[in-house]
């Protein structure tokens, strides 16, 4: 198979440049997760360990394979939001193995606003579930919440992907065949009873896992009946008398060997298993990923660059390569697996729409999954692309992408911008998995571009004459900031628009492991309909 080359001089001054500014962007991300790793406030801790409750990742470290590694999904939720209060939004979602099965994770953290649900709480459940579904994987819940987060249950409760759509989520996961374990380490109040009462399998932890619809002030209020939390809803009620719990565990370890063993004897034909083919690191470290990306995010990077440090050997089947350059496109593999790059040099033209849409048919046709990595400011516009009919190329993109049956896999790369995103497989054409990097942009458009489409906007309308200079230098500040705010990569985590920000150099095997899951399965026949030609 063909080798890229690499035409970067690492000793270049550009190359160090670029290297030390990236440096800088892994340190904030670092620092970032570090703050939500460690927690809630400092007394909701302190609180917690002094009762004897395990913290919520060291809870999922008793639990996965010991020197395997925990993909960790949405840190960075919530982050920047809720004042500051709700590190990672209180809940803790990814994938781990357990005697060789991956599991999905759903974990409350109960230092965060006692493990209440808040909006980007119940998104990022939800959001895990559905991965699940589409990755065919058990998932265990650790929980140990307050349910519904109260002051905002007009944006927890009522709507579809809120708080119910959680059970929904449960009950389709169950039907598909997919095993669900809960662990009660804590309250499962209200709805959160739910939680364990639509598992297979439930254990309780002795002493701190309770388990009702109405706790104690409730039934007061609504029976006059005056009842302690254990005797209520505790382990002894719910594993001897209402069967709503099917094991007790006296402490918090005893339950984690459970839940192992439970997966363990799943009988899961889902166990992961290696590619059958030679996996050869590339010939480029992953670790200089940082110097190729530009410092100033204005000067464009080659994406074969990043390829030869992501693919194994760096081998890459470019196919097309002197047709319609601003995508590249190409086959090769990945941790030993196969896969279909479609990659943005840029600008997206006709040409390069219609060779993207080709290639995705034929890795549809070949059963070979796609990895878009995304650098691009859009389509291009103008009157030479309009007539060349831009807009039913890209459209026929758009729609291969839509229809496409093979496992697709993004990572914001650079910009993600406009209908760009959508061609190149954003969050709405339902990757499996959507990573961004914390060099990402992703809006309708640059900030630059929307401070003059603005302008010009206001100037053409009903209050163009009465907007004066002051006025058109003050929208231009806003805009620019609005834009400049809203398209930062930490905006965009926080709203769980991807999956993750995740570091250029651990891309490969954060990949790796995303296609060892949809290599355990069979993709459905694609049918593309029209394309308008
Ligand atoms: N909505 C909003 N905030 C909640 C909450 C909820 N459902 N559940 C807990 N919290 C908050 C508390 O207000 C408290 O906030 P603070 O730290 O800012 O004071 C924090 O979470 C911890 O709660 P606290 O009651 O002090 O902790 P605890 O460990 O003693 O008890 C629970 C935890 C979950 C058992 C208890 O808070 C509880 O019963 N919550 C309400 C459950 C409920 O009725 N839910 C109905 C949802 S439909």
């Not at 849409?357 to 103008?382: A, D, K, S």
Request: charged share 20%; net charge negative.
């Amino acid at each position: 198979m063909p080798v890229i080359s690499s035409g970067l001089n690492i000793n270049s001054s550009d190359f160090k440049e670029n290297f030390s500014c990236y440096e800088e962007k892994i340190k904030i991300l670092r620092e970032r997760q570090t703050f939500v790793v460690h927690g809630g406030r400092d007394k909701s801790i302190e609180r917690h360990l002094a009762r004897g409750k395990v913290m919520v990742r060291d809870r999922i470290d008793h639990v996965v394979d010991e020197n395997s590694s925990f993909l960790e999904l949405s840190t960075l939720a919530g982050f920047g939001q809720y004042d500051g209060s709700a590190p990672g939004a209180g809940i803790v979602t990814g994938i781990g193995i357990v005697h060789g099965q991956p599991c999905m994770f759903i974990a409350n953290d109960a230092t965060v606003k006692g493990g209440s649900l808040l909006p980007a709480s119940i998104k990022k459940h939800i959001r895990a579930q559905e991965i699940a579904l589409e990755n065919e994987l058990p998932t265990i819940y650790l929980v140990d919440s307050g349910g519904a987060f109260l002051p905002l249950q007009d944006e927890v409760f009522p709507d579809r992907d809120h708080f119910g759509g959680t059970f929904y989520h449960q009950a389709r996961m169950s039907a598909a065949g997919l095993p669900q374990i809960s662990v009660v380490l804590g309250g499962c109040t209200a709805g959160g009873a739910y939680v364990p009462a639509l598992s297979d399998e439930v254990i309780i932890v002795k002493g701190i896992g309770r388990i009702f619809l109405g706790g104690p002030p409730i039934v007061k209020a609504a029976l006059n009946e005056v009842i302690d939390a254990e005797d209520l809803g505790g382990a002894d009620v719910h594993t001897l008398e209402s069967g709503v719990a099917d094991y007790i565990a006296y402490d918090e370890l005893e339950a984690y060997a459970k839940v192992r063993s439970i997966v363990e004897n799943l009988n899961s034909p889902l166990n992961l298993i290696g590619s059958d083919h030679s996996v050869k690191p590339p010939n480029y470290s992953p670790d200089e990923l940082g110097g190729v990306i530009s410092a100033d995010s204005r000067i464009p990077f080659d994406v074969k660059e990043i390829i030869a440090r992501i693919l194994d050997g760096s081998e890459f089947q470019e196919w097309k390569p002197r047709y319609g350059p601003s995508i590249i496109c190409g086959t090769g593999r990945l941790h030993g697996y196969p896969v279909g790059v479609i990659g943005n040099n840029g600008i997206i033209f006709s040409e390069a729409a219609l060779k993207a849409t080709h290639f995705i048919e034929m890795c549809n046709q070949r059963n070979i999954p796609l990895l878009f990595l995304q650098n691009t400011t859009g389509y291009m516009v103008g009157k030479d692309a309009e007539a060349r009919g831009i807009a039913k190329d890209g459209a026929k993109m758009v729609s291969a992408v839509a229809n496409s049956t093979v496992p697709k896999y993004t990572v914001l790369i650079g910009g993600s911008y406009g209908a760009g995103n959508y061609g190149m497989c954003g969050r709405g054409f339902r990757p499996r998995f959507l990573f961004s990097w914390p060099n990402a942009r992703i809006a309708t458009m640059s900030a630059d571009t929307a401070e003059t489409v603005l302008v010009d906007i206001r100037l053409g309308g009903l209050k163009a004459k009465t907007t004066s200079k002051k006025e058109i230098e003050e929208l231009k500040s806003e805009v620019r900031e609005q834009y400049e705010v809203q398209s930062d990569p930490y905006y965009a985590t926080s709203r769980i628009w991807d999956d993750g920000l995740i570091e250029p150099a651990q891309t490969r095997d954060v990949l790796g492991l995303c296609l060892a899951l949809s290599a355990r399965q069979e993709s459905p026949e694609p049918n593309f309909r029209v394309f308008r030609m």
